[in-house]
């Protein structure tokens, strides 16, 4: 279904609207879904495993506490996201192969690119309120993002 960010905020008094921080990546330009949640920091291990299981159609948000020293997504792990049914992912944080994901059928957002991988140690949390670009992602609630941004709603609205 296609919507405009812009048009949502016009519409609904109560979105929480995220800072502008992330770069686009993907093939999927537009996307929206129920959110779930990893909180991590320069350990991928938990994140890969979210997006090995069926998605729905929901976006994995990752909480990567903003680093810019690795990567928390790459070709693999974005491809079996899409394999699995996921909308999209937004990344508190960097990705890699950045040219392989922007050929997939996803829609991705992440502060920017790092080739260096992440360590692997399984250390985070799953399934927790994560705030970051200046708004609270909650599991079970709707993200929707576009060309002019992300935008959060307590309910769906498409």
Request: include cysteine; charge should be negative; proline fraction near 3%.
């Amino acid at each position: 279904m296609t919507f405009q960010t812009a048009d949502l905020t016009d519409e609904h008094a109560n979105l929480q609207v995220a800072t502008p921080m992330f770069q686009r990546y993907g093939g999927k330009v537009q996307f929206h879904g129920e959110i779930a949640t990893v909180k991590v920091f320069e350990d991928n291990v938990l994140v890969k495993d979210a997006l090995a299981e069926l998605g729905h159609g929901k976006v994995l948000v990752v909480d990567g506490g903003g680093s810019l020293r690795c990567a928390l997504v790459g070709d693999i792990i974005a491809a079996s996201a899409v394999k699995n049914g996921w909308a999209g992912v937004v990344v508190y944080g960097c990705i890699r192969d950045s040219a392989a994901i922007n050929g997939m059928d996803i829609g991705v957002r992440a502060l920017n690119t790092h080739p260096l991988k992440s360590i692997k140690q399984g250390a985070g949390y799953r399934n927790v309120p994560v705030t970051l670009a200046g708004v609270t992602f909650r599991p079970g609630e709707f993200v929707y993002v576009d060309e002019d941004g992300i935008v959060l709603s307590a309910d769906a609205l498409l």
